[in-house]
Nanobody, 123 residues
Framework: QVQLVESGGGVVQAGASLRLACAASGRIISTYAMGWFRQAPGKEREFVAAISRSGVSTLYADSVKSRFIISRDNAKNTVYLQMNSLKPEETAVYYC????????????????WGQGTQVTVSS
């Protein structure tokens, strides 16, 4: 079992930055690929970014490329999402998730999920 707890959400103005963190416990996350997803009100949950077990490989949704950076510190069992130049339409609950071995963009391939952290971007 892996328990995931997100933090770092909040209310910011458009153009601002936020750094989300996902702390894992229960098992060493170095054996898991990690992903960030988000769900806006009235919309389906969507892929944001993913990172391989070692941190060498990353994947991003086209909408966040060049603005968001996913990283991980396996020694701290923590994954991060640095979000820059935030837009109002990115207001959502952000979730981190874990799956064994390889990265994926499909949320259904992730086994463990956190409770989410709210990010609100005002215009």
């Amino acid at each position: 079992q892996v328990q995931l707890v997100e933090s770092g959400g909040g209310v910011v103005q458009a153009g601002a930055s936020l750094r989300l963190a996902c702390a894992a416990s229960g098992r060493i996350i170095s054996t898991y690929a990690m992903g960030w997803f988000r769900q806006a009100p009235g919309k389906e949950r969507e892929f944001v970014a993913a990172i391989s077990r070692s941190g060498v490989s990353t994947l991003y949704a086209d909408s966040v490329k060049s603005r968001f950076i996913i990283s991980r510190d396996n020694a701290k069992n923590t994954v991060y999402l640095q979000m820059n130049s935030l837009k109002p339409e990115e207001t959502a609950v952000y979730y981190c998730a874990a799956r064994p071995w390889t990265t994926a963009t499909d949320q259904h391939e992730y086994i463990y999920w956190g409770q989410g952290t709210q990010v609100t971007v005002s215009s």
